[in-house]
Structure formats: structure tokens, C-alpha cells
């Protein structure tokens, strides 16, 4: 029982309810890949793009700000935030319904798919928001257990009704947009029910508090748009220029990137912390020591698995999302991805360091900067080479881009070499690896 206690803790709920989100969502994108046309594989990804780049307007205006007053506060005050929250969130809502309504009645094209999307978007959009809100008072609240057992409602769920459409032979865009839509308002009527989502704060609100909150969220709702945008730029602009089918095939390894993510991510929570606390004690060494030390770890310890993904990239793509993609265009785009992948340890911990030192703004500046380079790169790689394989190029000089930024405003600030990253990276892995082994035959030798 001590065991699992030592285990079972906030750290690794919080890990895996980051994991949950991004592995249940490839087990339903392999699920429709394999029984959905191309063309309507493809529709349904930039369903997704397009939701997911309102839900992170909504998110990054509310979420931090939620967050940031809700939390170690009295019942009072947490109520008057939970309620201000709400009313803010249905203000979001219909403001991007209006606009929805705008598109339903001037939208002239001939495409189904198109005009569901249009259809549906305002109804999933308000069926979300009751979950949302739930998770961010949840993670306020660091009730990871709680959140962790959400998303695994929500996913799951609509796991679920995937797995039952392909069964009973009905998989098809239109009935996997209305499962998402029945999973989003069962999800959302649990959080209800239980009273995670404290829908009754409603009447808590306050106007000083939902003007305090919106004039929060507007300075991060920006860095949160922007570094949406440079991941889903290159769907958009697929979208324009080639058929459904082929965004698809991009899709695939774009998506598989977020295995990369998992690692990333807990070693961004456990990082946060450290860091903040050393910025509170003006120890600019130790904000260092600690940004080279997780960088430099993820960044060698993602260079074998990078020769390895590039090596298999057919195998893996065949095995997670079926044979007609195997030997698609996919396999080369992934190992394209694979040249730059080692960058993103040392471009996000930039990125979260110039945040913690408190010059956001200038984290905000390397988004952008790697945003245009993007866009303009995606249109020279489709001028120069007509094909995927231009956009999937165009993204290292992108990445690039925002390292040697982030290098350049960082050491404005901080004492540091590129290579130290390397160097100590390499040297704290060894060592956690030695101390790995180390207890392993310790373990070992007891058991004989």
C-alpha cells in the first residue's frame, strides 16, 4: 500500500493524465484512418484543426487565468471565480457563434463534409464547455485524479462509439462528427451532475472578476493562438493548395510527433517549479543549470529513438494506421520530421525560460518569428517542389529558426553556451541511467 502511495501521486496523475489525451487520440485516428475514406479521413482532420484552434482561443484566454485565481483561495472567492468563468466562457461561445451563423448562410461550396462542419461547429462548441471548465477547476483544484479520470470519460467515450461505428459498419465523417458530438454532451453532463464543472457558481459571478479575468487572458490568449497556428499552419495551407486525401497523408506523421510530446511535457511540469523557485531566489545560475540540464537530457535521449522512428518509419505508420498509408508519401514526411526532432527540447525550454524570467514578450516574438518562417516557407517548399515534401522541409528551417532566437534573447539574460546543453545533457543522463542500473541489480541481488 506504501508502495502504490509513493507511486500514485500528484506527479504521475498529472503525467498521465498528459499522456491520456494525446495515446487515446492516435488509437482514433489509427481507428479512422483504416475504415474512413482518404478524402474523408482528410475532412475530418480539418475538423479538428479548425475546432481545436477555437477551443485554444477559448483555453488560453480562460484556462491560465482561471487557474491563476482560483487556486489557494477561499470558498468565496473560488466561486466568484468558477462563476465569472462560466459567464466569460459563454460570452466566448456566442461570439463564436455569431460568427458560425455568419459562415452557415454565405457558404456557397459543394463540399457535405464543408457544410456539417459549418452545421455542427456552434453545438460542439457549447457541449465542450462544461468539460473544459470542469478540467481547469480540477487542475486548480490538483485534483489530478479527478482529471485524470475525465479525460479518460471523454476520450474513451468517444473511443468507444468510434470502435461501435466501425463494428456495426457505419464508419463514415458524418456519423463520426455526431458521436463526437453525443460524447461531448455525455462528458459534459457527468461534470454537471457530479459538480466538477460548479455550474451553480454561475450566480457567484462578478463583473470586477470577469473583467479581471478577460484582462488577464488577453496576454496569454496571444503566445497561445500563435503557437497553435505554427503547428496547424501547414494544415491550413494544405488545405488550400492540394486535395482532402493528401492532407491526410501529411496529417499522419504531424500527429505522431506527439509521442515526442509525452517526455516533453513531464519534463516541462517537473522543470516549472524548480525554476520559478530559483527566478524568486535571483539564482540565474541555477535557472540555467536546470534549463541545459532537461533540455540537453530529452534532446540525447530522443537521438536514438529520431534514428530508429527514421529507419521504420513505414513499419510504424503500416502498423498504427493501416497499409494505405504505409508506403504513402507519410514515411518520408515522418522521417523528414525525424532531422529536426532533437530541436524541440531545446526550442520549448527557450521558450519556457524566457517565460519564467519573465520576458513573456519576447517568447511571444520567437513564436511569431517561427510562424512567418513557416507560412512563407510551406508556399516556397509547394513553389520549388510542388509536392508535401516542401511544407515537411520548410519546418526545420522553422524550428531553427526559433532556437536561434530563443538562443539570442536568452543569453541577454543568462550565462550559457549551445554546447553546454549537449554536454551536461549527456552527462545527467549517464548518470541517471548509472543510478537506474545501480538499483536494478540491487533489486537483483536480494531476490537471490
Not at 406 to 420: R, S, T
Request: proline letters at 2%.
Amino acid at each position: 500500500m506504501s508502495f502504490l502511495k509513493k507511486v500514485i501521486n500528484k506527479h504521475t496523475l498529472s503525467l498521465a493524465s498528459n499522456a491520456i489525451m494525446p495515446v487515446l487520440g492516435m488509437a482514433i485516428l489509427s481507428l479512422m484512418a483504416r475504415y474512413l475514406s482518404k478524402a474523408d479521413f482528410g475532412d475530418y482532420i480539418f475538423f479538428l484543426i479548425v475546432f481545436t484552434l477555437a477551443d485554444t482561443f477559448r483555453t488560453g484566454f480562460m484556462q491560465t487565468s482561471l487557474i491563476k485565481f482560483y487556486a489557494g483561495t477561499d470558498k468565496t472567492r473560488a466561486a466568484n471565480i468558477a462563476g465569472s468563468a462560466w459567464y466569460l466562457g459563454f460570452m466566448i461561445v456566442l461570439a463564436f457563434g455569431i460568427g458560425n451563423l455568419l459562415m452557415y448562410f454565405f457558404y456557397f461550396g459543394n463540399n457535405p463534409n464543408m457544410f456539417m462542419i459549418i452545421k455542427w461547429f456552434s453545438a460542439i462548441f457549447f457541449c465542450t464547455l462544461p468539460a473544459a471548465i470542469a478540467m481547469w477547476i480540477l487542475q486548480a483544484e490538483e485534483r489530478f485524479d479527478k482529471l485524470f479520470l475525465l479525460q479518460l470519460i471523454n476520450q474513451g467515450g468517444f473511443f468507444v462509439l468510434i470502435l461501435l461505428l466501425i463494428i456495426f459498419h457505419q464508419a463514415s465523417f458524418q456519423n463520426a462528427l455526431y458521436s463526437y458530438l453525443i460524447n461531448n454532451i455525455v462528458s459534459s453532463i457527468i461534470t454537471i451532475i457530479i459538480g466538477w464543472s460548479k455550474v451553480k457558481t454561475i450566480s457567484s459571478k462578478s463583473w470586477a472578476s470577469i473583467k479581471e479575468l478577460a484582462h488577464f487572458g488577453k496576454f496569454s490568449v496571444g503566445t497561445s493562438i500563435s503557437s497553435y497556428l505554427l503547428r496547424s499552419s501547414d494544415t491550413f495551407i494544405i488545405k488550400m493548395m492540394f486535395p482532402s486525401e493528401l492532407l491526410a497523408v501529411y496529417y499522419i506523421p504531424q500527429r505522431l510527433m506527439e509521442i515526442f510530446e509525452i517526455p516533453l511535457r513531464a519534463f516541462i511540469a517537473t522543470a516549472l517549479p524548480v525554476m520559478s523557485a530559483a527566478v524568486h531566489r535571483e539564482d540565474k545560475r541555477y535557472v540555467s543549470y536546470i534549463m541545459k540540464k532537461y533540455a540537453g537530457m530529452l534532446t540525447i535521449a530522443l537521438i536514438p529513438i529520431a534514428i530508429v522512428s527514421f529507419i521504420a518509419a513505414d513499419l510504424i505508420i503500416g502498423l498504427l494506421f493501416g497499409g494505405k498509408y504505409q508506403h504513402s508519401d507519410a514515411g518520408n514526411i515522418f522521417r523528414i520530421f525525424m532531422c529536426f526532432v532533437m530541436l524541440l527540447p531545446i526550442d520549448r525550454f527557450f521558450g519556457i525560460t524566457l517565460d519564467i524570467i519573465g520576458k513573456p514578450q519576447l517568447n511571444m516574438i520567437k513564436v511569431f518569428i517561427m510562424l512567418t518562417v513557416n507560412v512563407i516557407g510551406d508556399f516556397a517548399g509547394i513553389f520549388i517542389f510542388h509536392n508535401l515534401y516542401g511544407v515537411a522541409i520548410a519546418s526545420i528551417f522553422t524550428f531553427f529558426s526559433g532556437a536561434i532566437f530563443g538562443y539570442w534573447a536568452l543569453k541577454k539574460h543568462l550565462e550559457f553556451k549551445i554546447g553546454d546543453i549537449f554536454k551536461l545533457g549527456y552527462i545527467e543522463l549517464m548518470e541517471l541511467l548509472g543510478l537506474l542500473y545501480q538499483k536494478l541489480r540491487k533489486k537483483e541481488l536480494k531476490q537471490d
